[in-house]
């Protein structure tokens, strides 16, 4: 099978972990889902893709004070993505 990309797992030990993919654009509501970190204060988010948007989500990361438990991927390879997906708590 593919191997996940190399540095992706463990995010946080065994903490449950979401994983969210498309490209970084306002109507895909990835600052939503970065918004709702704080709320899910046991809960790890990995965002795969690359867009305009990027540079505008990562500063809410931080200024959402969440930027501990995001990571953001940048675009992988079909294979590799599937392979993230499939290890992860929830998709």
């Known amino acids: 099978g593919v191997a996940i990309p190399e540095g992706i797992l463990p995010v946080r030990g065994s903490r449950l972990r979401i994983i969210s993919a498309g ?3 306002p109507w895909k509501k990835f600052d939503t889902l970065i918004r709702l970190m704080n709320d899910l204060p046991n809960v790890d988010l990995i965002i795969v893709g690359e867009g305009p ?3 505008s989500l990562e500063t809410l990361t931080k200024n959402e004070g969440v930027a501990d438990r995001v990571r953001f991927m940048g675009a992988l390879p079909r294979a590799e993505l ?3 997906i499939r290890s992860e708590s929830v998709v």
């Open 23 to 25: 490209r970084l654009v």
């Open 53 to 55: 948007d990027r540079a």
């Open 82 to 84: 599937l392979a993230l």
